[in-house]
């Protein structure tokens, strides 16, 4: 017998109870509440379903408090070994990339303050049509993906543009459930990172823009505000958007 299995068990029942008794649950509303949940399994889409109701709480606890920067959701779109850049750093796009040009920079460092040389960050964005390379048709292989190390200060930099807000193209019963609660299916523009150096914590995260319409109503409730920036516009015809983030990694041993 799990001792664990059993608590979570006993609390994910009576948080149920709770919610049944506050709002006045009728058995018609629960018959129709448990069909859409079989209907969900056998479609596939349960997992879809506790994703986008539950999943960013995870990342909560796999990240110590106070420890460097916030982890965000992986996603479903990453997709492993993408290109190793060559200083400067450009992540990879045709010529008539849809998007606004930008130029991200930022740091890396440990918890105290000492420069991450030689991190590797694995970079992966949608467009500024909201396409993801390998998931989008019509969009080359490795579009806005790549890695590039940090130099000898813990710096990087690198040209991209910027991703726009994209709807989630939910289908079954998670766009059923949408449409019940009148609740937008979009995500806010974001670029997600993945950060891994011999001396640190590995960390995925994304980093999001403070004037983005859906920062505020992301359909996965993934925005957290230590991991929103903020996107500068510069005048002149060839001047790109600027931002900056700086990263922030625990040392290795003090990951829980």
Not at 37 to 42: F, I, R, V
Not at 84 to 110: A, H, K, Q, Y
Not at 165 to 183: F, K
Not at 216 to 234: C, F, P, Q
């Amino acid at each position: 017998m799990s001792t664990r299995l059993n608590a979570i068990f006993d609390d994910l029942q009576a948080a149920l109870r709770e919610i049944i008794a506050r709002h006045g649950v009728t058995w018609e509303e629960y018959r129709f509440a448990t069909g859409w949940l079989t209907d969900a399994g056998a479609a596939g889409e349960l997992c879809d379903v506790v994703d986008l109701l539950v999943a960013p709480a995870v990342d909560d606890n796999a990240h110590p408090a106070g420890e460097g920067t916030e982890p965000n959701i992986e996603g479903p779109v990453y997709v492993a070994d993408a290109p190793m850049l060559e200083p400067p750093f450009v992540l990879p796009r045709r010529d008539d990339e849809p998007g606004e040009p930008l130029l991200f920079s930022g740091t890396i460092r440990s918890t105290d303050g000492s420069p991450l040389a030689g991190t590797v960050v694995d970079i992966w964005q949608s467009n500024g049509a909201g396409e993801y390379s390998q998931f989008a048709p019509g969009v080359p292989e490795h579009n806005l993906r790549g890695r590039l190390t940090t130099d000898d200060d813990g710096r990087f930099e690198f040209d991209t543009v910027v991703p726009a807000p994209y709807e989630v193209h939910l289908n079954g019963a998670p766009a059923r459930l949408l449409t019940a609660l009148g609740r937008p299916s979009f995500r806010p523009g974001h670029i997600h990172f993945k950060l891994s150096h011999e001396d640190a914590a590995p960390l995925t995260t994304q980093i999001y823009f403070d004037d983005d319409p859906f920062i505020d109503s992301d359909v996965v409730g993934a925005v957290k505000a230590s991991l929103v920036t903020k996107l500068l516009r510069h005048s002149g015809q060839d001047s790109p958007a600027t931002c900056s983030y700086d990263f922030v990694l625990p040392a290795a041993h003090t990951i829980l």
